[in-house]
Every structure is written in C-alpha cells, then in structure tokens.
C-alpha cells in the first residue's frame, strides 16, 4: 500500500505561481512513477504531468506544456508540481498519484491521494 497526501493547493490570481506537493508513505516510493491528475467542477478527471521513478522521463497534457513542471525527490518521499502562469481554466481538485509509468499516462494508477483544491481567479 501507498499512502498519499497532496498539499499546497489554495486561491490564487491570473497569472500567479503555485507548487502542489505530495507526500508519499508505505511501500518504497522510490520504485513507483507519480503522476498529477485534475478534475473541475462538471468535467471528468483529466491527466496533467507524469514523472518516472528515476525523474528521468516525464510527460505532460498539452494544456499545461511549459507552464507546469512535475519534479520529485526520493529522499523526502514527495512529488512536486510547480504551476506557473495560472489561468481560470486551471481551476480543480489537482490530484497525486502512483503506478507504473505508462499506467499513471493512461489514468490508472495504483494509488491515488484525496485531492487539494486550486481556485484561480480572473
């Protein structure tokens, strides 16, 4: 089992920075890819960022390429995803998660955490 709990989420304007954090315990995190997910208000939960378990590869949705960047450091059992120039549209429950790689990009990972809010206003 793998526990994971997201944190850093909150209200921001157009334009602002946020870093979404989750922290991971239970089986060795360090063997397992990490993948941020997101779902708004009437819309299905969509990919966004995948990030293998070395940090070597990584993937990303279209919507977000060069504004958000997925990271992780093995030592401290955490994933990061710095969200840059923040849009309305970016506003959802932004969820962690944990799996094989391919399995994290397709949207079926082992594991999932509860989900932090991003509100990000006009």
């Known amino acids: 089992q793998v526990q994971l709990v997201e944190s850093g989420g909150g209200l921001v304007q157009a334009g602002d920075s946020l870093r979404l954090s989750c922290a991971a315990s239970?089986?060795?995190?360090?063997?397992?890819?990490m993948g941020w997910f997101r779902q708004a208000p009437g819309k299905e939960r969509e990919f966004v960022a995948a990030?293998?378990?070395?940090?070597?590869?990584?993937h990303y949705a279209d919507f977000v390429k060069g504004r958000f960047t997925i990271s992780r450091d093995n030592a401290k059992n955490t994933v990061y995803l710095q969200m840059n120039t923040l849009k309305p549209e970016d506003t959802a429950v932004y969820y962690c998660?944990?799996?094989?790689?391919?399995?994290?990009?397709?949207?079926?990972?082992?594991?999932w955490g509860q989900g932090t809010q991003v509100t990000v206003s006009s």
């Open positions: 998660a944990a799996g094989p790689y391919m399995v994290v990009i397709s949207g079926g990972p082992d594991y």
């Open positions: 239970g089986r060795t995190f360090s063997s397992y890819s």
């Open positions: 990030i293998s378990w070395s940090g070597g590869n990584t």
